[in-house]
Every structure is written in structure tokens, then in C-alpha cells.
């Protein structure tokens, strides 16, 4: 049991991330994810049940579709494998307990914001009004403390992006300013104000590697959502030790 239960976490992880890959993928385009079988984007053939099996599937096919011999993107695989990494951290973490309840729906809300902004460049509004109504009912039964820690939270999120794109003229995008409002209402102020340092942090990281290797040129735009769902993500599972230990060093 010891063994089986964190592989079953895992491979849970996996097949969920292999549903948030449709997620993200249609729901920015306004496509049914509930409706319909996965096709091969290429040939348009529509995909049986052995090629459905997360990871698996593509390395069996070598990654290429089986009908037309095409490339199929690593995205698939690379999302499936790091949803099950973080299912099994979650779980390692916390165990069977109500945060690790909450990393999970953290974790969800990541995989697919980051597939659909890195992909189009875009939040949709229905999947943060989704998590909003499932976040609020979280903290409802589990609120933080103060309970309206989680309103502070909300308001200094989405508040601070607001100032920051008045003041830019649109130095940041409207999706970005309400996925800080959604996880505010979850992480609560003083987590949400070290998620925004450390999403600036981590995006002017990666924004700067794009730039050097080549990839993106200094005008092109990069998605943010996927530097604030990472930090969010470290933020949940170590932000507590991290505000201990800054204020040990004052």
C-alpha cells in the first residue's frame, strides 16, 4: 500500500494532464473538450483508445501519429509527465489531507492556464470564473485565517495589475490581472504579495534566457501566466518557510 498509493497519485496525474492538455488546447478556441474524440491534428484521423494512453502511447509510437507518420508534439507527453510529478510532490508534501486537496486543484488550474497562455497567448475567462466559484467553496470550508485574509488576498492581486496597466498603458495583459485576482481569493495577501515577486522573478528569467538563446526577439511578447502559476505553486507548498526565514534574517 505504502508503494501503491503514491503510484496511483501519479498515474492519476498523468491521465488528468493528458485531459488538460484538451483543455487548454480548445477551450481558448471555444471547441467542446467534452464532446468529440481526440484527432490527429495533422491527417484529422480520430485516435483509438491505445493511442490515448498517456506517455506510454508516444513512446510506443516513437512520437508520431500512426496514420500519416507526422510529429506529435512533446507538449502532450511533457504535460502529462510533469502533472503526475506534481501530484506526486502534492502528495509527498502533504499526504491525504485538506492541502493536499487544495495543491491539486492548484496544480490543475496551472497545467491548463500555462498550455492555453503559452499556446495562444491567452487566459479564457471561463476557466477563471470556473476556479473562482470552486476556489470560493474551498475556502468557505476551509477558510484561511482571518477568513477574509481571502478577500485581501483577491484585492491586492488583481489590484496591483490593475495599477501596473494603468500606469504601463497595457505593460500587462487583463488575463493576467484576473488569474491574480482567482488565486488571491485562494492564497490569501501576504502569499499573493510574495507570488507576484516571485512570478516578476521568474518571468524576467525566462523572458531573458528566450531572449539569449535566440528564441524570442526583445519586442516579442512572452507569456506571464505560466511564471505565475510556478510561483503561486512555491508559494503554496513553501511560502510559509520562506516568509520565516526572510524575517529571521531582518
Known sequence: MHV?????????????GSFYNVVGIRLPKHIPFVQGRSACPDCGTQLEPRDLIPVLSYVIAKGRCRHCGRPVSFLYPAV???????????????GLTVEFTGALLLISLAVI???????????????????????????IAFPLD??????????TGSGIVFVIIVVSKGGMGAGDMKLLGVLGLFLGMKAMV????????????????????GVVNRKQPVP???S???????????????????????
Do not use: C
Open 4 to 16: 501503491i498509493l503514491p503510484l496511483y497519485i501519479f498515474l492519476t496525474g498523468t491521465i488528468l
Open 80 to 94: 502529462e509527465l510533469i502533472t503526475g510529478a506534481l501530484f506526486f510532490i502534492a502528495y509527498v508534501h502533504y
Open 113 to 139: 492556464v500555462s498550455i492555453g497562455d503559452f499556446k495562444y497567448m491567452l487566459i479564457p475567462n471561463r476557466l477563471l470564473l470556473f476556479f473562482t466559484g470552486v476556489f470560493f467553496l474551498y475556502r
Open 146 to 155: 482571518p477568513w477574509y485574509d481571502s478577500l485581501l488576498g483577491a484585492l
Open 194 to 213: 510574495l507570488t507576484l515577486f516571485l512570478a516578476s522573478l521568474i518571468g524576467t528569467v525566462v523572458s531573458l534566457s528566450l531572449i539569449g538563446i
Open 224 to 226: 506571464f501566466g505560466p
Open 228 to 250: 505565475i502559476m510556478a510561483a503561486a505553486l512555491i508559494v503554496y507548498f513553501y511560502g510559509q518557510q520562506m516568509m520565516d526565514a526572510y524575517f529571521k534574517m531582518l
